[in-house]
């Protein structure tokens, strides 16, 4: 059935083949050094013919193997820290084996090329060794995949999922109560309460942090020294490191949540929208705030199986779950040196439903029926050769809150079709063929939304 395969599943295979295949020229190899020395050693002349014939086939493997470690490679997911040693010493691998070759057959007669060649042999078999090392610690050792688990990268990644939280609108929560609290509660809770005082410290009201522990009271006019962050940005390994090793760590949306609220001087009963929000936390806040939207809560949605996340991610889409336990999915084109879709895949079909934040922008794409996918409520389409022709079937999406249409090709006809999109808080239109008097013909429409023609927007 090969024939109905298109290619990317055909390089899939190949390539997870990798780990069957590396072992061919592991034992192929090896076996033609030990031949050579033994037709040395025992005065055999069929054993030295039998290790050419064992380089050349070797050879062979070295190629398959490498091949197919480049695909399985493409498929991303290996830190690059890891992949490169290993990619460069099956390089050197092939090239010592073609050197092995050359010297026992063109230079067989010069009397230096023995001399060459022996110890060409031994370095063929290390560098074999050891590139079989390189990949075993890059499949099996993979605790290297999951950094942000230790919350030790300094990197804010707002896409990273993020517990969905009960979290009023943002701006009406308390930094204290609705965001530092619940995260103590969940992550500190089980050893830090009024009855198991670990390091006699209490983390259960705002009055018993304050109190701290062992080491003394927390004092606010000293963030720097402050043991509660000290505490936490610990490396894993540490033993001062809270929690500790092998208990559920924060993430690192959470420890910055934690940090400014530290660096804020612990306030306890300020709300978030009397405070200055710095941008990395105004980042998040609009994630937590986007998390609360009424259709997320639909519980009906089943789960997306792991193995279809899968192929749409061998497929170039970068596919996240938006929180941690959601049905729902983020979906976004990751670029593969220019190569990007002009059509939505037949394989988002199955997902439609699932879909809620789409990001098609700088793609091919000119069609495509946006109606199937109802739960959208983010949409980026920027930079694209998008037309009118699109939009009605955008106009259904009853849920939608964020439309990017900027650098299309959307005149005055398709604008009409926005009108109904009376959830819309905000559209991106600058650059596309919007004159400023149609904007504001859609603003009386749509007087709720914020609409962005760019320079020529008066607003
Ligand atoms: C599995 C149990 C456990 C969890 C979970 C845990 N801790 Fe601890 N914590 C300890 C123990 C045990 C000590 C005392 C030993 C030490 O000082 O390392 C301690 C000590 C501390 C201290 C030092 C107190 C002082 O004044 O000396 C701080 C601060 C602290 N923890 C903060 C936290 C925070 C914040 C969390 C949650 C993010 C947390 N811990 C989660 C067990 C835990």
Same mark, same amino acid.
């Given at each position: 059935?090969?024939?109905?395969?298109? %290619? +990317?599943?055909?390089?899939? #295979?190949?390539?997870?083949?990798?780990? !069957?295949? $590396?072992?061919?020229?592991? =034992?192929? @190899?090896?076996?033609?050094?030990?031949?050579?020395?033994?037709?040395?050693?025992?005065?055999?002349?069929?054993?030295?013919?039998?290790?050419?014939?064992?380089?050349?086939?070797?050879?062979?493997?070295?190629?398959?193997?490498?091949?197919?470690?480049?695909?399985?490679?493409?498929?991303?997911?290996?830190?690059?820290?890891?992949?490169?040693?290993?990619?460069?010493?099956?390089?050197?691998?092939?090239?010592?084996?073609?050197?092995?070759?050359?010297?026992?057959?063109?230079?067989?007669?010069?009397? %230096? +090329?023995?001399?060459?060649? #022996?110890?060409?042999?031994?370095?063929? !078999?290390? $560098?074999?060794?050891?590139? =079989?090392? @390189?990949?075993?610690?890059?499949?099996?050792?993979?605790?290297?995949?999951?950094?942000?688990?230790?919350?030790?990268?300094?990197?804010?990644?707002?896409?990273?999922?993020?517990?969905?939280?009960?979290?009023?609108?943002?701006?009406?929560?308390?930094?204290?109560?609705?965001?530092?609290?619940?995260?103590?509660?969940?992550?500190?809770?089980?050893?830090?309460?009024?009855?198991?005082?670990?390091?006699?410290?209490?983390?259960?009201?705002?009055?018993?942090?304050?109190?701290?522990?062992?080491?003394?009271?927390?004092?606010?006019?000293?963030?720097?020294?402050?043991?509660?962050?000290?505490?936490?940005?610990?490396?894993?390994?540490?033993?001062?490191?809270?929690?500790?090793?092998?208990?559920?760590?924060?993430?690192?949306?959470?420890?910055?949540?934690?940090?400014?609220?530290?660096?804020?001087?612990?306030?306890?009963?300020?709300?978030?929208?009397?405070?200055?929000?710095?941008?990395?936390?105004?980042?998040?806040?609009?994630?937590?705030?986007?998390?609360?939207?009424?259709?997320?809560?639909?519980?009906?949605?089943?789960?997306?199986?792991?193995?279809?996340?899968?192929?749409l991610r061998?497929k170039g889409y970068g596919v996240?779950?938006?929180?941690?336990?959601?049905?729902?999915?983020e979906v976004r084109f990751k670029f593969k040196?220019g190569e990007t879709p002009d059509e939505i895949a037949?394989?988002l079909?199955?997902?439609?439903?699932?879909i809620?934040w789409f990001d098609l922008s700088g793609t091919a794409i000119?069609?495509a029926?946006?109606?199937?996918?109802?739960?959208?409520?983010?949409?980026n389409l920027?930079q694209t050769?998008?037309?009118?022709?699109?939009?009605?079937?955008?106009?259904?999406?009853?849920?939608?809150?964020?439309?990017?249409?900027?650098?299309?090709?959307?005149?005055?006809?398709?604008?009409?079709?926005?009108?109904?999109?009376?959830?819309?808080?905000?559209?991106?239109?600058?650059?596309?063929?919007?004159?400023?008097?149609?904007?504001?013909?859609?603003?009386?429409?749509?007087?709720?939304?914020?609409?962005?023609?760019?320079?020529?927007?008066?607003?």
């Amino acid at each position: 059935m090969i024939f109905l395969l298109n %290619w +990317s599943d055909i390089s899939f #295979l190949i390539g997870r083949m990798h780990p !069957l295949l $590396v072992h061919f020229p592991i =034992g192929i @190899l090896s076996l033609a050094v030990i031949m050579e020395f033994g037709s040395i050693f025992f005065n055999k002349k069929e054993l030295g013919k039998a290790a050419l014939f064992s380089l050349y086939v070797g050879f062979v493997a070295t190629i398959l193997a490498g091949f197919s470690g480049y695909l399985i490679s493409q498929g991303g997911g290996y830190s690059d820290e890891m992949l490169t040693p290993h990619r460069w010493a099956g390089i050197s691998l092939a090239v010592l084996n073609i050197l092995a070759i050359v010297l026992k057959t063109v230079f067989r007669e010069k009397s %230096w +090329s023995l001399k060459i060649y #022996l110890p060409t042999l031994v370095i063929l !078999l290390g $560098v074999v060794l050891y590139t =079989g090392h @390189l990949g075993g610690t890059l499949t099996h050792g993979s605790d290297f995949l999951n950094v942000s688990q230790t919350g030790q990268t300094n990197q804010l990644n707002v896409n990273e999922n993020f517990p969905l939280s009960d979290l009023p609108r943002p701006e009406e929560a308390y930094l204290f109560n609705d965001i530092v609290q619940p995260i103590l509660h969940n992550h500190c809770g089980s050893c830090h309460n009024p009855q198991k005082r670990k390091g006699g410290l209490d983390l259960s009201t705002f009055s018993s942090i304050m109190d701290g522990g062992d080491s003394g009271p927390l004092d606010v006019n000293s963030i720097s020294e402050s043991e509660l962050l000290r505490r936490l940005e610990e490396p894993l390994s540490s033993d001062d490191r809270m929690p500790p090793k092998g208990k559920l760590q924060l993430s690192n949306i959470q420890l910055e949540l934690i940090r400014w609220w530290v660096a804020e001087k612990y306030p306890e009963d300020i709300q978030l929208k009397f405070m200055n929000l710095p941008n990395n936390i105004e980042l998040i806040l609009n994630r937590i705030d986007d998390l609360n939207h009424p259709v997320y809560s639909n519980d009906k949605l089943p789960h997306v199986d792991e193995t279809v996340l899968t192929s749409l991610r061998r497929k170039g889409y970068g596919v996240n779950v938006i929180a941690d336990g959601s049905p729902f999915l983020e979906v976004r084109f990751k670029f593969k040196k220019g190569e990007t879709p002009d059509e939505i895949a037949e394989e988002l079909k199955p997902v439609a439903r699932h879909i809620v934040w789409f990001d098609l922008s700088g793609t091919a794409i000119k069609e495509a029926d946006f109606s199937q996918f109802e739960n959208l409520t983010r949409l980026n389409l920027s930079q694209t050769n998008i037309g009118d022709s699109v939009l009605k079937n955008i106009a259904s999406l009853q849920n939608l809150e964020y439309l990017n249409l900027h650098s299309t090709q959307i005149s005055s006809e398709g604008i009409q079709q926005l009108a109904t999109l009376s959830n819309l808080k905000n559209i991106y239109l600058w650059n596309t063929g919007i004159l400023p008097e149609e904007a504001d013909w859609l603003k009386k429409r749509l007087p709720e939304t914020e609409i962005s023609l760019g320079v020529t927007d008066g607003s």
